[in-house]
């Protein structure tokens, strides 16, 4: 089974993301973020990219079998998202505030939570989110979806 088909496991990534965020993140960008920082190496692909080193001593590595379907598993991501997010704010670990958009961020509960995550894989993750986050915070929404669409057909490109 692949941790990313176990909710709980989602939404422990969701709740480090909105941590490292430390500011309210609307649906959309909360799932690119999310996604980018499960596969940072779609973002810092190429060999001189400064975040590169960074990120593979943090384990993660793009011969990794998830590299293979990013567009398949950000599809999937996606179908999960609403309702990952329904469960937190049910949960009392986010709060959902409609400011033109819908925009998510951790309650008291929920910093609490992730601040008490220390799985090797949480410590990575994070690492990612912030480079995730620093490139792409101040990126328009329209930037970010084209974005998008050019990290993940290269990557099927690269299987041809």
Same mark, same amino acid.
């Given at each position: 089974?692949?941790?990313?088909?176990?909710?709980?496991?989602?939404?422990?990534?969701l709740?480090?993301?909105?941590?490292?965020?430390?500011?309210?993140?609307?649906a959309?960008? /909360?799932?690119?973020?999310?996604?980018?920082?499960?596969?940072?190496l779609?973002?810092a692909? #190429?060999?001189?990219?400064?975040?590169?080193?960074?990120l593979?001593?943090a384990?993660?590595?793009?011969?990794?079998?998830?590299?293979?379907s990013?567009?398949?598993r950000?599809?999937?991501?996606?179908?999960?998202?609403?309702?990952?997010?329904?469960?937190?704010?049910?949960?009392?670990l986010?709060?959902? #505030?409609?400011? *033109?958009?819908?925009?998510?961020?951790?309650?008291?509960?929920?910093a609490a939570m992730?601040? *008490?995550?220390? #799985?090797?894989?949480a410590?990575?993750?994070?690492?990612?989110?912030?480079?995730?986050i620093?490139r792409?915070?101040?990126?328009? *929404?329209?930037?970010?979806?084209?974005?998008?669409?050019?990290? /993940? /057909?290269?990557?099927?490109?690269?299987?041809?």
């Amino acid at each position: 089974m692949n941790p990313d088909d176990v909710s709980v496991f989602r939404q422990a990534r969701l709740l480090l993301l909105l941590a490292t965020a430390a500011e309210p993140v609307d649906a959309e960008r /909360l799932g690119v973020y999310d996604f980018l920082a499960a596969h940072p190496l779609l973002l810092a692909r #190429a060999d001189t990219d400064p975040d590169r080193t960074a990120l593979r001593l943090a384990g993660f590595d793009d011969r990794a079998v998830a590299y293979a379907s990013p567009a398949q598993r950000w599809v999937t991501a996606q179908q999960h998202l609403a309702r990952d997010l329904t469960e937190l704010v049910a949960r009392g670990l986010v709060r959902a #505030a409609a400011t *033109g958009r819908v925009t998510y961020h951790l309650t008291p509960e929920g910093a609490a939570m992730a601040a *008490g995550f220390t #799985a090797m894989y949480a410590h990575s993750y994070i690492t990612a989110a912030r480079v995730v986050i620093r490139r792409l915070r101040r990126v328009s *929404g329209r930037k970010l979806r084209e974005g998008l669409r050019q990290w /993940l /057909l290269p990557a099927l490109k690269d299987l041809a």
